[in-house]
């Protein structure tokens, strides 16, 4: 059964940084690629960033490029997403995600809180 858990969340104002992390069991987490989401208030939830199995593919939202950056450590079966210059539409409840293959993410983590107070 694989289980995946966000931390790190939290209220932050405009301009501050946060770091989430994402710990994951079950199944074999070096071999795939994982992925953070999120959902604002009234939207869809939306991609945010993702990260191959070896971390060295890495891709972002045009809304997030050069303010988060997304990592991983496959010996402690974690993924994280530093968040840096934030602003108030930042704002979102953030999920992180592992994918099945070709952008299909099967497993979903309970998420966690972001608020950006401007």
């Known amino acids: 059964q694989v289980q995946l858990v966000e931390s790190g969340g939290g209220l932050v104002q405009a301009g501050g940084s946060l770091r989430l992390s994402c710990a994951a069991s079950g199944g074999i987490f070096s071999t795939y690629s994982m992925g953070w989401f999120r959902r604002a208030p009234g939207k869809e939830r939306e991609f945010v960033a993702a990260?191959?199995?070896?971390?060295?593919?890495?891709n972002y939202a045009d809304s997030v490029k050069g303010r988060f950056t997304i990592s991983r450590d496959n010996l402690k079966n974690t993924v994280s997403l530093q968040m840096n210059s934030l602003k108030p539409e930042d704002t979102a409840v953030y999920y992180c995600?592992?994918?099945?293959?070709?952008?299909?993410?099967?497993?979903w983590g309970q998420g966690t809180q972001v608020t950006v107070s401007s």
């Open positions: 990260i191959d199995w070896s971390g060295y593919w890495r």
């Open positions: 995600g592992r994918d099945a293959g070709g952008g299909t993410y099967e497993y």
